[in-house]
């Protein structure tokens, strides 16, 4: 059975860093594109960013040059993908999600609030 399970999300002060996690099980992360995604409320949800099987990047203009998506490297985290994000402002506000091909996780929510 497929699982993805985000974790690292919480709240912080505009400016700070966040760094969000989603490990996967059931499945050998490295052969799948991974994408990082969020719902604002009330709105669609919205890519973030994209990390290829051959470790390519896409960011989304909104988080490109504050967001950094990256696998694990480590036999401990190699069914890992993590997704940094500097520089928060309020409207990265969300519940941040993580998909591989079909699979979804449940999300994690990041509040960035003074």
């Known amino acids: 059975q497929v699982q993805l399970v985000e974790s690292g999300g919480g709240q912080v002060q505009p400016g700070g860093s966040l760094k969000l996690s989603c490990e996967a099980s059931?499945?050998?992360?490295?052969?799948?594109?991974v994408d990082w995604y969020r719902e604002i409320p009330g709105k669609e949800r919205e890519l973030v960013a994209r990390?290829?099987?051959?470790?390519?990047?896409?960011?989304?203009d909104p988080v490109k040059g504050r967001f950094t998506i990256f696998r694990g490297n480590t036999d401990r985290t190699k069914n890992v993908v993590y997704l940094e994000m500097n520089n928060l402002k309020p409207e990265d506000t969300a519940v941040y999600y993580c998909?591989?091909?079909?699979?979804w996780g449940k999300g994690t929510l990041v509040t960035v609030s003074s």
């Open positions: 990390i290829t099987t051959n470790r390519g990047r896409m960011y989304t």
């Open positions: 998909k591989a091909a079909t699979y």
């Open positions: 059931g499945v050998i992360f490295t052969d799948y594109t």
